[in-house]
């Protein structure tokens, strides 16, 4: 947990008289802005505290009133609303880390970082608290240029706010910031107040799995949604990524896996490394550089096939032999045939691999004596549409 | 008349001056398509799948993935792993042999919505039936929509933000590994690392889910 001391803010009131001083002096180089933007964050510091630091909004009225017209528009020139948006931003991402780090001592830096980024967002809060109260006075100059920042930073918050649960992980700190403030302006400091009770203290390690309690209500839907078992079939982009080399070791492992469990991913691999060789054929001389996929194993085979089914379109042929009994689907016209498929009785659910072959589509079914009393269901799909199917006694 | 490589600069300058480059992209993959075709032959007869007429249809697909996303890629690959792009024709190439496949593949799934006909031995023979066309259709319209869903959503933007997560939870969640020790091997991480990377990875994951749900509702009243 970071801690946030109550004394950060108890010399905001000698702060702000020293940088009064200075605007007034002019001791500093410059057209005032940074001296500006200091003397607004202490006034708003004050004027947002007044309770814990036992202050009135008299003690900022001179400071502000000493502010000059040219050095303000400076300042808000330079206020980057966009750098708050990415720094609440990585707050979040902080926080999340923080709950759940490798180890105790990441965990504790990446709460630091998350805590200095909400004060960024605490501080130009302050900054247009005080500017504000400028305009209130009656400084033209500081309405419009308050209306325009309030707009500009209200837009980024209606972002950030949604990813709130994230800070809960820095609930200790924030909780402590949050009592600091007084109560009519904690409400819009969501940063440091919303979703602060002690029960959402754990809420991230809760979603993440690691710790067990309570899910609030809006999240039950969202942790079921997350947890449902799902695959992710390799894309296109992720097999474009694969053949050109770009694939993380993760990535690998993934169509690694994939294609063991998938013989439509096989054959794609398979596809990759014949088409990489016209590819080559196509350029040469253009300094290709050969692809290494992984290709179905050859199957040993038997010299006279049994003809299972002969139509004008295509043949399927069945070859048994000691170690394996194989289909080949033959395609008699190579741009009528769409697809084959080739099921086992006692696996009817599961298609089985296939490989092109010299003969066409093969697909291996496995050795003899596994394959006694079972039948093979074979479907080969024409381009037209038309679906044909035959069964064949293995 | 300009060649390959130039006619590839003058679009990737065009391109870069936001000036129209259709033209000329047009002119330089008019040069590659009977390349494309005989990459396009090839992977048909890998699969044994498809007819002549595929390849317009193949060679178009690739033309616009090339335009959406390979001019910049193209760049990409060639800084990242100097010589896999090769040439823009080369990278074109991968192109259209990765549409070709990605076509061949999606017509098995089609067949195996469709594997029950004539199962009970009383139409062997017949058109693929309206019903399972439908089944097909709907099929494919759910697994879309899946795919644009709001999981699919923070699993990009999981990749995108944190990577390493991402490449852990891919491995334990969606393709089943299921197993810390395994993971860690495939990642060359501890299996500490793997336990928290998969447990900080759903909860970003719900953490963007409800983020995203929360936006599509609007701006809410301040507390």
Redesign the interface.
Known sequence: MVATSPSKYAARLTELEALHHELETGKRPGDGAVVVGLLLEAAGDVLRRTTALGATRANVTRPLGAIPELALRSWGDGVQVQELAAKLERA??QA??S????DEESGAAMAQWAVQDLQARDRLESALVALEALAASGRKDAQSLAARLRTAVGSVD??C???V??LTALNGARRAEAALIDPEFR??A?WY??RTGIEDDQL??V????VKGSMPA??KS??A???R????PVS?DD??RF????A????K??IR??ADADP??K??L???E??????A???AG????PKAAPVSAPVERSSAPEIIEERAEFKVLLFRSKKNVQVV?Q?HR????????V?RSDEPDR?FP?A?GDM??HFDLGPPERLVGVLA?I?V?L?D??????EVRL | MLNDDELFADIARRKALGQDYKRPLGELVFRWRDASTTVIRRVQGAFMRGSPDDADEVFQDAVAKFMAKGLDQFRGVSEQVPGKAASPKTFFLRIVKHCAIDRYRRQREELDSGRGVGEDGEEPETSLPEANRAVAEARAIAEQNEAHGEYWNAWERLKEEHPNEAAAWDLYHHQDLDDHEEVARALGITVVNSYKRVSRAQAWLKLYILEARKRDEGPREES
């Open positions: 979040a991402s999340v880390e709950a759940l780090p490798d209606r972002t706010r949604a990813a649960e994230s409400g819009q969501w107040s919303e991230v390690q979603l993440g799995g690691e809006e999240l969202v942790n949604e997350v947890n078992k799902r695959g992710r296109f097999l474009l053949d050109l080399g770009l993380s070791p993760a990535e492992e993934v896996l994939q439509e991913l054959l794609s398979a596809a990759m014949a088409a990489e060789a016209a590819i054929e196509e350029t253009e300094g290709v550089v689907v395609p190579l741009d009528r045939l769409a697809a084959a498929a099921y298609p296939s092109p066409g589509l269901r479907v799909k381009v549409g038309q679906t044909h199917g035959f």
